[in-house]
């Protein structure tokens, strides 16, 4: 059974849980409160919330209010609604995908650059290094080498799409076979493909060049050797850091 569908568990009694809240901006603090009994705990991934009208009752507003509520959370990714009889608001656990839209709406509208997300890059991206040299497996290597085949094949066709590049990056983390890492490369997924076509723009190269040093990341990684792979990795990134310093 996927987790998504898993039964549900039952929460502490929602007398203890929610209080009330001022009627003028009552949708939006119904929210706050319901996202922070979900971060301390009270609240875990496939717990029901009480019904639209004992939360109504318990939270002092009305039904439609309450329903305001829930589809803000809904649309957060933070709670999933169901219908039918077995219906109801469950908390859910959250994605990487949410986490990556996040970051990327961050990205575009709090001023991040991409000189900004190149370094983060290279901090995370060189740092995991050692972990991928010792935990990749066979079926790491033949996923990473099959991207890069995928790369060559596009650019016989004319044309190295960067979601290849970002793919490959994001591929890598995975082979550290660390949850929280793989987590965190596949969230700011959008944000490194955003930056590498803003560099491709003015540098088509940019495919051409990568492809290489992908293969040859991959080759030193299935030997085992840290001092390579990140020789290797610290060139690659690097040039786009210096490309996005010019751009910025």
Do not use: W
Not at 196 to 223: C, L, T
Request: charge should be neutral.
């Amino acid at each position: 059974m996927p987790a998504s569908e898993s039964p549900a568990t039952t929460p502490p009694p929602a007398d203890s849980m929610f209080s009330p809240v001022s009627p003028g901006r009552a949708s939006a603090m119904i929210v706050d409160q319901i996202r922070v009994l979900i971060r301390e705990g009270q609240l875990r991934p496939g717990d029901r919330l009480p019904a639209e009208r004992e939360l109504g009752d318990k939270l002092g507003v009305s039904r439609v209010t309450v329903r305001e509520a829930l589809r803000g959370l809904e649309a957060n990714g933070m709670v999933r609604i169901k219908v039918g009889a077995h219906g109801g608001a469950f908390v859910t656990a959250p994605t990487s995908q949410r986490i990556g839209e996040g970051i990327e709406d961050l990205l575009s509208l709090s001023g991040l650059t991409d000189k900004d997300v190149t370094e983060a890059r290279q901090v995370f991206e060189i740092g995991i290094i050692p972990l991928v040299c010792e935990r990749a497996t066979e079926q790491d290597i033949d996923e990473l080498t099959e991207i890069c085949n995928r790369g060559d094949a596009a650019l016989k066709e004319g044309f190295y799409p960067m979601e290849l590049s970002a793919e490959f990056h994001t591929r890598v983390a995975q082979a550290s076979h660390n949850k929280a890492i793989a987590m965190l490369a596949d969230s700011f997924h959008g944000p490194t493909l955003l930056s590498m076509r803003h560099v491709q723009q003015s540098h088509p190269e940019m495919g051409i060049r990568g492809i290489r040093e992908h293969r040859q990341f991959v080759a030193a990684i299935k030997k085992r050797d840290v001092d390579k792979a990140t020789s290797v990795m610290r060139t690659h990134i690097g040039r786009t850091a210096k490309h996005v310093s010019k751009g910025n």
